[in-house]
T-cell receptor, first 113, second 115 residues
């Protein structure tokens, strides 16, 4: 079946630094990648949608200069949280859309201290 | 019109019982309705999905019932097991599998299956 590998699974970094989260589709081409943020006991909140080779489309209220998304190939997309602050602490999840439907990564727990 | 309403928020079922989670939507353009299971600290995993051309789909212990006229769909988990204890999300999207259409998620249901 379809697998999306997401790394790191958890990361702790200091306030003001940048952190990169990577998602790879292992056995299929991901024409579109979705990035979500999830707060405890809440649903997934779509942050942005990216198509390979194109600029990402951000949802209303999501700062595109803070959450940089790169989808340079059909198997790799990255989310970089720039100048991270404690309020950016959350669970981030990617999802790849391909011929198998929507496949989710295992998530990244980001903690900013 | 983009919302998907999910109920109940939480559910406790005895082992061997039937768990039923309901979702309702407004946007009649939705034509793909998947369900996801999420364990704490993990990403959602695909369970089962249905399209509006069928009223029911069954995969193992999981069944989706779909009522197009009522714009409702539900997940039934037969013979519920403690290992089924997780959060379940319904979702909806426009377009066929593999397209760029985004998913609209329900609010989630926390299921606890007791011994």
């Amino acid at each position: 079946g379809a697998v999306v590998s997401q790394h790191p699974s958890w990361v702790i970094c200091k306030s003001g630094t940048s952190v990169k989260i990577e998602c790879r589709s292992l056995d299929f081409q991901a024409t579109t990648m979705f990035w979500y943020r999830q707060f405890p006991k809440q649903s997934l909140m779509l942050m942005a949608t990216s198509n390979e080779g194109s600029k990402a489309t951000y949802e209303q209220g999501v700062e595109k200069d803070k959450f940089l998304i790169n989808h340079a190939s059909l198997t790799l997309s990255t989310l970089t949280v720039t100048s991270a602050h404690p309020e950016d602490s959350s669970f981030y999840i990617c999802s790849a859309s391909g011929r198998y439907g929507y496949t989710f990564g295992s998530g990244t727990r980001l903690t900013i201290v | 019109q983009q919302q998907v309403k999910q109920s109940p928020q939480s559910l406790i079922v005895q082992k061997g019982g039937i768990s039923i989670i309901n979702c309702a939507y407004e946007n009649t353009a939705f034509d793909y309705f998947p369900w996801y299971q999420q364990f704490p600290g993990k990403g959602p995993a695909s369970l089962i999905a249905i399209r509006p051309d069928v009223s029911e789909k069954k995969e193992g212990r999981f069944t989706i019932s779909f009522n197009k006229s009522a714009k409702q769909f539900s997940l039934h988990i037969m013979d519920s097991q403690p290992g089924d204890s997780a959060t379940y999300f319904c979702a909806a999207s426009i377009g066929n599998t593999g397209t760029a259409s985004k998913l609209t998620f329900g609010t989630g249901t926390r299921l606890q299956v007791t011994l």
